[in-house]
């Protein structure tokens, strides 16, 4: 009980509450860990929209999304609370990066192996699942909140020890975040082309992932792999007009 008090006490800490509010100082701490989150996001961006293309319907998409953000919040509470033992958890990182190449193997074996009866086979389990495949969505948004939320989660912690201030950053960064993710679901839907993209973003993601494990302490700098993904985007986008020129 002690330890429970120790970790999660200063979120129900009014003057800490009334302390942060009040100071421009810390507001400006805030704004910065706002950008480090949506810096650090762009990927977990990238894997969200994948997901929701699941779903058959954009309100559906949004919908899942929708949900997932107060899961996301609830989640980030959480972890902000365990952020000092968060450095033991590599674990999850391997089982997040490992989850993401299959569902790269997945989407490019449907893709390229998945003739008529796959299809088919695809369709009927849609129908039979409905609603629950829709959970099923909302479950894999969570599960990924969950693992790119670790590094989010440490960098903040560096820059503040106090985990209020964190959780402000980390709530608003959240809500941008989801702009970003609707953004490229919405996109993905009038260009075709980027849904194979995202796929090969979410294996070089996972790639990134797996590399910052202790055992192999590889971080790539989140400019450097905002600006691979902007110049991914954009050839992705050259390509679609010269397809559609060429029709």
Known sequence: MSLLEELYGPFFDL????????SGQDWLIIFSLV?????????????????????????????SLFYGI?????????????????????EIKVIGAAY????????????????????????????????????????QIELMDIIFSVDSVLASLAISSNPVI???????????????AEVIMRLMRRIP??????????????????????????EIPSSIFGIFILLVFVLTIVVHLVRRKTK
């Not at 779903?55 to 559906?60: F, G, M, N, Y």
């Not at 893709?111 to 369709?123: D, E, L, P, S, Y």
């Not at 950053?169 to 809500?175: L, S, V, Y």
């Not at 849904?195 to 590889?218: G, N, R």
Request: proline fraction near 2%.
């Open 166 to 180: 964190v959780l402000i950053g980390g709530m608003i960064g959240i809500a941008c975040m989801r702009g970003v």
């Open 100 to 139: 993401l190449i299959y569902l790269v193997y997945r989407f490019f074996k449907n893709k390229f192996f998945g003739h008529a009866q796959t299809r088919q086979v695809r369709n009927r389990a849609a129908g039979l699942t409905g609603r629950k495949r829709f959970w099923s969505v909302v479950a």
């Open 15 to 22: 003057r800490n509450w009334e302390n942060v509010i009040t």
């Open 70 to 90: 107060w899961g996301s919040y609830l989640f980030r509470f959480l972890i902000i609370g365990l952020g000092t033992y968060l450095i033991n958890f590599w």
């Open 193 to 218: 082309e980027l849904e194979p993209m995202a796929y090969f973003l979410i294996f070089i993601i996972a790639i990134k992932l797996f590399l910052t494990i202790p055992a192999i302490d590889i």
């Open 35 to 63: 950008m480090i989150e949506c810096l650090l996001s762009v990927d977990n961006a990238v894997v969200l929209a994948a997901q929701t293309r699941v779903l058959p319907t954009l309100k559906e998409q949004e919908e």
